[in-house]
């Protein structure tokens, strides 16, 4: 059996795992995101970026396209609505459900939160130039199209 050189490196058996390394890295992005926005403010970008770019929601399609809970997104919805930075109102199409606007001051947040998720994106991919880290999202974006679920 080989001695462990240092006591601390993981062995090279995980390291050649890309599953293991992605989990690795996704632990070690979501501390540095921590650090720059609390835990409710990564929630709200979630759902604020949706309505930015789908426009109005309901609050179950938000929930659908977010793999949020229902009761989750109608908390995140109420503090969102609470700060002025959504309006919820009945869908007149269907009066059993929420419709989610975003309003000018809610994109106004939405942009100071994407700052700080600019920050913590930057310190994760210190270690890669520009044009690694469009590869990687490229990648990244390949893996997960690639393990979509199906929609039936």
Known sequence: MKEADDGLQSPARL?????WQANKV???GARMTARHMPLSARAEFAVLAALEEYGSLSQADLGRRLGLDRNDVSGITARLEAGGHVNRKANPADRRRNLVTLTDAGIRYLDEIQRH???????LLVGLDAAERQQLNSLLAK??????????
């Open 15 to 19: 390291h050649a795992l890309a599953s």
């Open 26 to 28: 996704s632990t070690i």
């Open 117 to 123: 998720a600019d920050v913590a994106q930057g310190e």
């Open 143 to 152: 893996l997960l199209q690639a393990h979509k679920p199906e929609s039936a």
